[in-house]
């Protein structure tokens, strides 16, 4: 099963912006690339996904390499509500491969 | 609203006890799933399901079992052949099935504890 790595943790100041890593080098053809964030003790929620292009949406971008084997999350501006752990996932026909992660702080 | 329900929120348990979650949703989504989530942790597929009266296991189904009678429910038993089932259980949805784009509906959770 393909996986994601991120770093356990970041920080940012508030209303900075934020690039979030995520390293897949054993993506497959067929594998979408999903973001999702979690605050604590709550459900995951989605942010966003692609395949090959770069993605906007309103609450964020996605970078991804032109040989798919990493990405990048880009929140513009960060805020408080912001602060959750964000995973980076690979979609593959309805199975989403969830790893640890990373904690995004934002300070004040 | 349009969302997905889980009950209870919390949960206690003694050890032997079968217990089981309740996962709803009004969305008209086809597929459902159950995740694991240990503190610190990803999250752990137990369960899915595609179609009512049809599920497969996840990475994590021994000690678990589930029933899609009806597409919007998809309740999630934890027996006694759990070993270690204290853990924040979630239930997802999905619009379509068979796809690399539906974007994942999580409920809110049910926390259980083993005592």
């Known amino acids: 099963d393909a996986k994601t790595t991120q770093p356990n943790s970041m920080e940012s100041n508030e209303e900075e912006p934020v690039h979030l890593p995520c390293n897949h080098s054993?993506?497959?053809?067929?594998?979408?690339i999903h973001w999702y964030r979690q605050l604590p003790s709550q459900g995951p929620e989605y942010v966003i996904h692609?395949?090959?292009s770069n993605v906007n949406n309103r609450m964020a971008s996605l970078a991804i390499a032109e040989d798919r084997k990493s990405s990048t999350l880009i929140l513009h501006r960060a805020t408080l509500r912001d602060a959750a752990v964000y995973y980076c996932?690979?979609?593959?026909?309805?199975?989403?491969?969830f790893g640890s992660g990373t904690k995004l702080n934002v300070k004040p | 609203d349009g969302g997905i329900t889980q009950s209870p929120k919390y949960l206690f348990r003694k050890e032997g006890q079968n217990v089981t979650l309740s996962c709803e949703q009004n969305l008209n989504h086809d597929a459902m799933y159950w995740y694991r989530q240990d503190p610190g942790q990803g999250l752990r597929l137990i369960y899915y399901s595609q179609i009512v009266n049809d599920f497969q296991k996840g990475d994590i189904a021994e000690g678990y079992s589930v029933s899609r009678e009806k597409k919007e429910s998809f309740p999630l038993t934890v027996t006694s052949a759990q070993k270690n089932p204290t853990a924040f259980y979630l239930c997802?949805?999905?619009?379509?099935?068979?796809?690399?784009?539906?974007?994942?509906?999580f409920g809110e959770g049910s926390r259980l504890t083993v005592l």
């Open positions: 054993t993506i497959s053809g067929t594998d979408y």
């Open positions: 692609g395949l090959t």
């Open positions: 996932i690979l979609n593959n026909f309805n199975k989403f491969y």
């Open positions: 997802a949805s999905q619009k379509r099935k068979q796809t690399n784009t539906g974007e994942l509906f």
